[in-house]
């Protein structure tokens, strides 16, 4: 089993005093560092130890030795900034990261029992997402809000179209209702997606998730679309599909999509689905898409899709001078983190961590995040 915590992280900012300065930076006197004359811009930036002035040169207040009053310390920019003062009240900031609330649309046509590895399709589907030790479900549900919808269409049996059999719910830990959804159920007929995705739209609209949680629909589909006026509707069905998820990330509900059989769809409709899914253009976008061979594979590109979302940024509720972002200091578990190797500034009110950083994040059962920053470093 491979454990995915995505609990709420608490992030901790603390900040700290203020100052003044003197002294002779490497840019003064008459001895200066040759790099103050070197020319600069946005596509030209200064080395480390200066900023780019507005002259348009490099410039430097000041070295790790030098420039700066007792009461500030050298940025690794070579500007002067104040050190920690008691006097300064700290200013403490909370953040969480955003929680992924996916609903799984999974295909219910008849030709779901075809062959797919040694199995049938639907059998591998159960398997790649309930499987005890390398399932989907058991793998990420203590960290992504899940639901489960079947879909399908049966005029001889049923007049509604779509017809939809979905869990109870969307929540953490829901390994149960979508295993009594899929072995209480199985393969049956037609194929409308586009008609199928929208009832899925129309629910998260009328349910919208919470803030801080980002509403995704994950859908599994082994052959090309079609419609509810007709089964055998496959360029019919490809508009619509086309069009629902386009309606699906206008109204902030992001769509992926995966083949279970390879060859199954043609390249140009889970081109065009993928892009539209994701708001990229239908005829230049690029936006991945999957397409499983076997169960195995079908196990991985799940598992790779839904830990896709698991996010390691963390939201502020304060921005932070983002110039100022390398005088901090971060620890993930009490370990101490590298700017620009472990964490990053992605925008004034949000951090990310990175590589190995993320993964303590993730993989922790009660995560904690700390960052400190020099006062000043807080800006609203």
């Known amino acids: 089993m491979r454990p995915v915590c995505l609990l709420v992280s608490t992030l901790v900012l603390a900040l700290a005093a203020c100052g003044g300065k003197v002294g002779n930076g490497p840019c003064e006197g008459s001895s200066q560092d040759p790099i103050c004359d070197q020319s600069c811009g946005a596509d030209n930036p200064c080395p480390e130890g200066f900023y780019c002035g507005d002259d348009g040169t490099c410039n430097a207040e000041c070295t790790s ?9 050298c940025r690794p920019d070579g500007m002067c900034e104040p050190l920690i003062d008691a006097d300064c009240p700290n200013v403490t900031l909370s953040g969480e990261r955003t929680v992924p609330v996916v609903q799984l649309l999974l295909d219910q046509s008849g030709s779901m029992d075809a062959a797919f590895g040694g199995t049938i399709r639907w059998e591998g589907m159960k398997d790649a997402l309930l499987d005890q030790t390398d399932g989907v479900i058991v793998n990420t549900q203590a960290s992504v809000i899940f639901g489960a919808s079947l879909y399908t269409n049966n005029r001889d049996t049923d007049p509604t179209c779509p017809r939809i ?5 969307r929540k953490l830990n829901n390994y149960d209702q979508i295993d009594d959804l899929l072995n209480d ?3 049956d007929a037609d194929t409308p997606t586009g008609d199928s995705i929208d009832k899925i739209v129309d629910d998260f609209l009328a349910n919208p998730v919470p803030s801080g949680q980002t509403p995704i629909i994950l859908l599994a589909t082994d052959g090309e679309p079609d419609t509810c006026e007709d089964g055998d509707d496959t360029d019919g069905g490809r508009i619509e599909a086309v069009a629902a998820a386009t309606r699906a990330y206008d109204n902030g509900i992001r769509l992926y999509i995966l083949s279970v059989g390879e060859g199954q769809i043609s390249a140009g409709h889970l081109q065009d689905m993928a892009n539209a899914g994701t708001g990229q253009d239908l005829a230049t976008g690029m936006a991945p898409y999957t397409e499983a061979g076997n169960p195995a594979e079908l196990t991985d590109q799940l598992l790779a899709l839904v830990e896709g979302q698991l996010s390691c940024e963390l939201t502020l509720d304060g921005v932070i001078d983002q110039s100022q972002a390398a005088s901090g200091t971060v620890t993930v578990n009490g370990e101490e983190k590298t700017f620009n ?9 949000t951090i990310r961590l990175i590589g190995q950083a993320c993964d303590d994040l993730l993989n922790a059962s009660d995560p904690t995040v700390e960052a400190t920053f020099p006062c000043g470093v807080v800006v609203d």
């Open 341 to 349: 190797v472990d964490w990053e500034i992605v925008d004034g009110d």
């Open 165 to 169: 059999t979905s869990t109870p719910e």
């Open 65 to 73: 030795v030098s420039g700066c009053t007792d009461a500030e310390y």
């Open 185 to 187: 159920n199985t393969y």
